[in-house]
């Protein structure tokens, strides 16, 4: 708590004396019934507090950011991240606009999890054009070189996309797009002594945390034999590295009903395209990042639906569902003893959130709830869960623009 107190001290001296031109400070406290995301489910909180930096130079801008993260029951998943780089806007022609960005950034943990240690680099390019008053079309790219301390996690990514959107007089919003992504393990395997070396961060994941509460593997009170730190080795005895593919499409309806109440209607459908997962589970952690679980280790489908409401004294209110049904390949679903089902791992979710928000100008408030139920053919990831998160965010402009 104390290493926390002292990050959030610095972040407000930060944004008192700085000069820049835009600042943005925010604070949050954040509770959860299972953080971990497993059938054994874990209570913790989290406070979380960050600031945000950028100075206008022209068609320049100059970037900055510090978060912190304190969880008050697992200290050891606790970590500080910095961030900088620039971004560039430049007008093309009275339809037409490019955008591009490089960003540099760090994650730091406590010791107990300092195999999650790493330092990023991410370059973006985005080019916007009106093909009609009504009608934008807009390309993406993004590049992304993640180091970590533990080296098999360490990846190269790119991704493509590109989006159109039309809008109606009806008040009526529809976007189309389609994505393309590749990503690199670059070594996913170090090898000692003919063997995998293993990560100490993972004896603390959520595999670890199940085993060392007593519901099998090797930790106290547990006789069988379901992985506990083991769980990120990968499949593999090679140290060539590995690459796999994703595609996806997306469609968005939005639509107006009146001047206070707005709908939003939206689906996925990604498949992968080559490659899996060189590790042997995936997990997810309460606003933890978890270097093994993003965009590329799924296939499937998925939707959903929000209605957002103007409430009286300008509160904004959003009641949103979810859901989704991922398979993930490369990965075996397993009993709780750690024994392999002979099928790939398959969740199906159901997540219903809602939102409130009242802003004051330069800060706001606001207050989230979430209900998540997984279900999966591994046992261990068949949960349910509660997430509620209230906090603040404080923005204002110094100097000139």
Known sequence: MKRFRIVFSVLVLAASYSAAD????????????????????????????????????????????????????????????????VDYLKSLGEKSALYVSLIGDTSLYRAEYSDFNRTGLRFMAALKTYL????????????????????????????????IDQYFPSRTTLQAEFGWGYKYFIHPQTVIAGESEIPAAAATSSLGSAVAMGYGGKGQGGSGERPGWEAYAPVSASAEGKGLQTASLQARLGQGLGDRV????????????????????????????????????????????????????????????????????????????????????????????????????????????????????????????????????????????
């Open 22 to 85: 835009t600042l943005s400070l925010s604070f949050s406290h954040n509770a959860t019934d299972n953080l971990f995301q497993t059938r054994f489910a874990e209570a913790d909180a989290v406070t979380a507090a960050g600031l945000t930096w950028e100075k206008a130079l022209s068609e320049f801008s100059l970037l900055a950011g510090a978060e912190g993260f304190f969880l008050h029951e697992n200290t050891g998943m606790s970590l500080v991240s910095f961030s900088g780089g």
């Open 132 to 163: 009609s008053p009504s009608s934008i079309l807009k390309a993406t790219a993004v590049s992304e070189y993640r180091s970590y301390r533990y080296d098999p996690f360490d990846f190269f990514s790119q991704s493509l996309s590109l989006s």
């Open 262 to 401: 707005g709908l939003r209607l939206a689906g996925i459908v990604q498949w992968n395209l080559s490659g899996v997962n060189p590790f042997t589970t995936v997990d997810e952690y309460m606003m933890v990042e978890n270097p093994t679980y993003d965009a590329f280790a799924w296939e499937g489908t998925g939707w959903n639906a929000q209605l957002s409401l103007l409430l009286p004294w300008n509160i904004e209110a959003r009641l949103g569902y979810n859901r989704t049904d991922k398979s993930f390949p490369g990965i075996e679903s397993r009993d709780l003893l750690g024994n392999a089902l002979g099928s790939i791992r398959e969740d199906g979710r159901d997540q219903v959130d809602v939102k409130v928000e009242k802003n004051f100008g330069r800060w706001s408030l606001v207050l989230t709830y979430a209900f998540i139920r997984n279900r999966s053919n591994d046992p261990l990831f068949d949960w349910s869960g509660r997430f509620i998160s209230g906090g603040f965010q404080w923005n204002f402009d110094l100097g000139e623009k």
